[in-house]
Nanobody, 124 residues
Framework: VQLQASGGGLVQVGGSLRLSCAAS????????MGWYRQAPGKQRELVAA???????TYADSVSGRFTISRDNAKNTVYLQMNSLKPEDTAVYYC???????????????????WGQGTQVTVSS
């Protein structure tokens, strides 16, 4: 399975960006897709995830501002990021998995495959 992420960049506070991650290869067993992020000096954290049936989960810090969606026909997951804040600055990674696994009080994709990171920088 190969993942190709795109859509990062530099944006001002309050702006929007849309990340995309296209999966290719032997993807028929993939159920959950999602995004993690890691800021300098901080631990990696799950941002949002979505199952094939459309169940979603979000980090509290992005709930109401970010929306995850997927196009199963295109094997692509999207992350629409609105009302961006400086604390959203991080490298964002796409991840997909056959299963889901516990993540805090919620769940996350089993980390079967990772895409290359895409930098998101929010300037004030």
């Amino acid at each position: 399975v190969q993942l190709q992420a795109s859509g990062g960049g530099l944006v001002q506070v309050g702006g929007s960006l849309r990340l995309s991650c296209a999966a290719s290869g032997n993807i028929f067993h993939i159920n959950a897709m999602g995004w993690y992020r890691q800021a300098p000096g901080k631990q990696r954290e799950l941002v949002a995830a979505i199952t094939k049936s459309g169940s979603t989960t979000y980090a509290d810090s992005v709930s109401g501002r970010f929306t995850i969606s997927r196009d199963n026909a295109k094997n692509t997951v999207y992350l629409q990021m609105n009302s961006l804040k400086p604390e959203d600055t991080a490298v964002y990674y796409c991840v997909v998995g056959e299963l889901t696994m516990p993540y805090g009080s919620s769940w996350a994709p089993s980390e079967d495959y990772w895409g290359q990171g895409t930098q998101v920088t929010v300037s004030s």
